[in-house]
């Protein structure tokens, strides 16, 4: 799809469906002189990559996109569910310092803080618990919900979302992560995080299923 390399005979697959498309597979062998069965593995590569497509009783025409294009196509149907990962969720009345123990142990960056009732009320930065560090305080007596960004403050995700769309989301904001939620009758339930780790590997896992 995306920069995707084409061996010399898909090659001459795609020349033959631009000039003589639609086109069956049977005629395609015909003109390089192979037999369907061989084709076949071709064939496939270029359909499910999107240079071609196929209809019953008709056959194989040119989609006229381009390798980028098609990357694009793809980029814009990945979807949150896909590529979420656990979230790292304490509680609001956890200390400062439990706080950062939880966030080494779990090598995150962000923490998402539930109430009792596990609804999400704030999230927490590594620079929050940097910024509350630094003095002489006492960071077992200070509860994360003095610190944290609170809600309405907060931004969200959903499943549904586009991947895209919170990559943008996440650069405009200048944040590392977001909780992915669901929405409950008193507030919202943490189910996931997508990170700009998260989608950094869903890029080039996107790339990488073209070699």
């Not at 304490?90 to 400062?96: L, P």
């Not at 923490?111 to 999230?123: D, I, Y």
């Amino acid at each position: 799809m995306s920069t995707i390399e084409l061996n010399k005979r898909q090659e001459q697959i795609l020349e033959i469906v631009k000039e003589n498309g639609p086109i069956t597979g049977e005629h395609i062998a015909e003109k390089l002189n192979l037999t369907r069965a061989t084709l076949r593995p071709d064939l496939a590569i270029l359909t499910m990559a999107g240079f071609l497509d196929a209809r019953p009783r008709v056959g194989y025409f040119y989609t006229g996109k381009s390798s980028t294009e098609l990357l694009s196509e793809s980029i814009k149907k990945m979807k949150v569910a896909d590529y979420q990962s656990i979230p790292v969720v304490v509680n609001e009345n956890m200390s400062v310092y439990d706080a950062i123990c939880n966030m080494f142990l779990e090598d995150v960056g962000t923490l998402f803080v539930v109430n009792e009732s596990s609804l999400l009320v704030g999230v927490l930065s590594r620079k929050d618990l940097l910024r509350t560090s630094i003095g002489r305080q006492d960071l077992n007596t200070i509860p994360v919900h003095i610190i944290m960004t609170r809600m309405p403050n907060i931004t969200m995700c959903a499943k549904e979302d586009l991947l895209i769309d919170i990559a943008k989301l996440l650069i405009d904001k200048q944040i590392d992560a977001l909780p992915v939620v669901k929405e409950e009758e008193n507030g919202y339930e943490v189910v996931g995080r997508i990170t700009k780790t998260n989608i950094t590997k869903a890029f080039v896992s996107l790339l990488g299923n073209d070699n």
